[in-house]
Nanobody
Framework: QVQLVESGGGLVQPGGSLRLACLAS????????MGWYRQAPGKQRELVAR???????KYADSVKGRFTISRDNAKKTVYLQMSSLTPEDTAVYYC??????????????WGQGTQVTVSS
């Protein structure tokens, strides 16, 4: 059974930092992409950051220079280091994992989400 377990969310003051982690388990195909999305109240889910392979990263313009995505392939874990947080970063953050099997079928998995609230 595939599970994406997210951790690290919470309440932080503006200007503060948080580190999210997402541990993937039960995935038998090859993981090629891992990322984070977020959804704020009344808004669509949007890409925050994504990493493919070892270091091919992509960031939303709104988080460039403040957030850093990384992955540990051995641990099947993806991290999101968030700094200089603002109230506009408040959202539910979702982990996303994409994999491919030997028949080139692709799979996409989502975590349940972790709340990040930036407020004084």
């Amino acid at each position: 059974q595939v599970q994406l377990v997210e951790s690290g969310g919470g309440l932080v003051q503006p200007g503060g930092s948080l580190r999210l982690a997402c541990l993937a388990s039960g995935i038998t195909s090859v993981i090629y992409g891992m990322g984070w999305y977020r959804q704020a109240p009344g808004k669509q889910r949007e890409l925050v950051a994504r990493v493919e392979g070892a270091d091919n990263t992509k960031y939303a313009d709104s988080v460039k220079g403040r957030f850093t995505i990384s992955r540990d392939n051995a641990k099947k874990t993806v991290y999101l280091q968030m700094s200089s947080l603002t109230p506009e970063d408040t959202a539910v953050y979702y982990c996303n994992v994409e994999s491919i099997d030997s028949s080139f079928r692709t799979y996409e998995y989502w975590g349940q989400g972790t709340q990040v609230t930036v407020s004084s």
